[in-house]
């Protein structure tokens, strides 16, 4: 059996070193990069070409189908993604890429997507793959690059969450405090990984260090020193950066306040 050289692309690190541990214990696969920049990623694989490539959708830079779009001339390996979302994408996936995994991804999950790669390098031509290649770019409309759950660690493991019940998002570090009522908790990721993953007209960034479910929004509040806040459902403030207020009071579509003549 021949040995397959894979590189891995994920902007979370929980994620990408789960991927690492499962592919450490992978009989006939060579790990050659497991990095978290969608950008470095794409000049490794075009340098390196690996056979495989298992790459997250959502990232900041370039996501999953633009870093496909980017490959050099003529390289067609076979594409594993890696996705939170699930039922709509499916259709997409088959037509072009080998497989898809959902988050997080199981022993047994990522052993028969990697068959399913060995398989495709075997039995099509590199015509026939770069053809299944070309299509993929556009096999999905940009909103379905929004991811519609997270995963987020509580007592005694993890439950998955609807984006939709999330109520607003805090950096804390190389951390975010996802609040979702009773699983609220903390994962390892920065703001602007996040926006990539979940940034809609409903869950938006309000500041440099917070998002907000503007459905979750209870009421707004004019500050002691003029500026903005947006009170959510569970009573929480966030404080609406001041680049940011024009566009929260657009999406809102709350008036501007004006004084008495």
């Known amino acids: ?77 076979a594409v594993i993604y890696v996705t939170a979302f699930q039922s709509f994408a499916v259709d997409a996936f088959e037509r072009a890429a080998v497989d898809y995994l959902v988050k997080p991804a199981s022993s047994e999950r990522l052993r028969m997507a990697l068959d399913r790669a060995r398989e495709r390098l075997n039995n099509a031509t590199a015509a026939q793959r770069l053809k299944a290649l070309e299509t993929l770019g556009g ?42 009522g009773p699983d609220t908790g903390l994962v390892r990721a920065s703001m602007t990984s996040l926006e990539a993953r ?27 020193w003029g500026g903005m806040a947006l009170e959510t459902s569970d009573g929480d403030m966030i404080s609406v950066g001041p680049s940011y207020r024009s566009n929260i009071k657009r999406l809102l579509r ?3 306040l004006r004084t008495p003549s």
């Open 1 to 77: 059996m021949s040995i397959l050289t894979l590189l891995a692309v994920d902007d979370e690190p929980a994620a990408l070193n789960r991927l690492k541990s499962l592919l450490a214990e992978t009989p006939g696969v060579t790990l050659i990069g497991a990095l978290s920049d969608s950008r470095e990623a794409l000049a490794r694989i075009n340098r390196e070409r690996p056979d495989v490539l298992i790459l997250d959708i959502s990232m900041p830079g370039l996501n999953g189908l633009e870093l496909i779009a980017n490959l050099a001339k003529g390289y067609a390996p």
């Open 254 to 256: 709350e008036p501007e």
């Open 198 to 224: 979940f940034g809609s007209e409903r869950m938006v960034r309000v500041h440099r260090s917070a998002m907000v479910n503007l459905d979750h929004v209870r009421r707004s509040h004019t500050t002691a």
């Open 139 to 180: 096999s999905l409309p940009a909103e379905s690059l929004r991811e519609q759950h997270i995963w987020v660690p509580v007592r005694g493991g993890r439950t998955r969450v609807s984006i939709a019940d999330v109520r607003w998002i805090e950096a804390e570090r190389e951390y975010a405090r996802i609040h979702a």
